[in-house]
């Protein structure tokens, strides 16, 4: 694939995440990687807290959003509207689950 294909205006619709705003300001992708921690606990402090969980340090849970008691929810995270986190999924952090996403282990790797 050429480069001038993976700019973020190509590949992602920006108007439907809570990061549009932030990732505009990039061409590519990789350029936003640095700064995604702390642009995710900027957002997450700023979430309405009657519409999202902090279920630990630097992660916040909408409250529609079904999370598995076997899956790792490490942070900053923010885990969006009726997200799915399904039976052991593992998130290490600095993610932006957005609304209606689901989440679980890759078949790969299922026994």
């Given at each position: 694939?050429r480069?001038?294909?993976?700019?973020?205006?190509?590949l992602?619709?920006?108007?439907?995440?809570?990061a549009?705003?932030?990732?505009?300001?990039?061409?590519y992708p990789?350029?936003?990687?640095?700064?995604?921690?702390?642009?995710?606990r900027e957002?997450?402090?700023?979430l309405?807290?009657?519409?999202f969980?902090?279920?630990?340090d630097?992660v916040?849970?909408?409250?529609t959003?079904?999370?598995a008691?076997?899956a790792?929810?490490?942070g900053?995270?923010?885990?969006?509207?009726?997200?799915?986190i399904?039976?052991?999924a593992?998130?290490?952090?600095?993610?932006?689950?957005?609304?209606?996403?689901?989440w679980?282990?890759?078949?790969?790797?299922?026994?």
């Amino acid at each position: 694939m050429r480069k001038e294909n993976l700019k973020i205006s190509e590949l992602y619709d920006l108007s439907h995440s809570m990061a549009g705003q932030w990732l505009s300001q990039f061409t590519y992708p990789w350029e936003a990687l640095s700064g995604i921690s702390a642009m995710i606990r900027e957002l997450g402090e700023k979430l309405p807290a009657d519409e999202f969980d902090r279920v630990a340090d630097d992660v916040w849970v909408h409250k529609t959003a079904k999370v598995a008691p076997t899956a790792h929810l490490g942070g900053p995270l923010i885990v969006c509207a009726e997200a799915e986190i399904r039976h052991c999924a593992f998130i290490r952090g600095s993610a932006l689950v957005g609304e209606g996403a689901w989440w679980e282990i890759p078949r790969s790797l299922k026994t």
